[in-house]
């Protein structure tokens, strides 16, 4: 049986050397997420959401403070964690299934288990019948459904998606939105999810990160009680909006006040 493991954030802090100076990006982060929670992280431009993924997912190892997945710190890239770009970053001279293949990292599997793996999870992502396309022949939104393919296809425990539908015209990011959901829901893999649409966040989360102004620091957690499926127009989601403009706002105002 698969041991359940929390993501835990301790005392993060994350600088990057610059020639004009130290620039602090991330300051004294604390969060923990619990197995198979869904939280969305939000917050006004350059204040290190997507710095936080790349800590968590390992692309960047310098930085202080601690990150662990059950009792092992993090220190490195790992299957256990898969990452979604908000473009696909697909290779255009592979198939679809061959683009997911790619992320398989176990050399040790069959051909039939390999392939089972691949078409289970082109089944996932509701992309029946293009196995053998490729990515020009995909529209956007396909192409980002064979990205989280791939990015689930070695089922990692924490799922980290910077922008995933940013890129997506507005009727395609709501279709994507709940296709993710269903994805999410059947897999209940932990997921983070960074995003700067507010709605979006609120649709999704179990919970909302809100990130201050650089430096980067929890200003709120906001807790998602509405029910899935959830209701855009219902007076919890305006509740929750308020609550969440209220804190960047406040962020804004206060940089205002400073930059004066």
Avoid at 125 to 137: I, R
Avoid at 139 to 156: C, D, K, T
Wanted: proline share 3%; aromatic share 6%; with cysteine.
């Amino acid at each position: 049986m698969e041991v359940l493991e929390s993501l835990e954030i301790k005392d993060l802090r994350k600088i990057y050397k610059a020639e004009n100076g130290d620039v602090l990006a991330l300051k004294d982060v604390n969060l923990t997420v619990q197995p198979g929670e869904f939280v969305c992280i939000v917050g006004a431009s350059g204040c290190g959401k997507s710095t936080l993924l790349r800590l968590i997912v390992g692309l960047e190892s310098d930085y202080l403070g601690e990150i662990k997945l059950g009792d092992k710190i993090l220190d490195g890239p790992s299957i256990n964690r898969g990452m979604v770009f908000q473009e696909a970053r697909l290779f255009p001279w592979l198939t679809v299934e061959e683009n997911i293949s790619f992320g398989l990292v176990d050399n040790k599997l069959s051909s039939k288990e390999r392939s089972r793996i691949i078409n289970e999870h082109i089944e996932l992502v509701n992309l029946n019948g293009f196995a053998k396309s490729y990515p020009h022949q995909l529209s956007g939104g396909m192409q980002q459904r064979v990205s989280i393919a791939r990015a689930l296809v070695n089922y990692p425990k924490i799922l980290l998606l910077d922008e995933p539908f940013g890129a997506l015209d507005a009727l395609t990011r709501l279709q994507m939105q709940q296709e993710f959901l269903r994805i999410w829901e059947k897999e209940r893999t932990t997921v983070l999810l960074v995003t700067h649409d507010v709605d979006e966040a609120m649709y999704l989360a179990d919970r909302i990160v809100v990130l201050s102004s650089r430096p980067g620091t929890i200003s709120k957690i906001i807790n998602v009680k509405a029910t899935r499926p959830r209701d855009r127009n219902s007076p919890v989601f305006t509740e929750i909006k308020r609550e969440i403009y209220k804190v960047l706002f406040k962020e804004e105002d206060q940089l205002i006040e400073y930059v004066i």
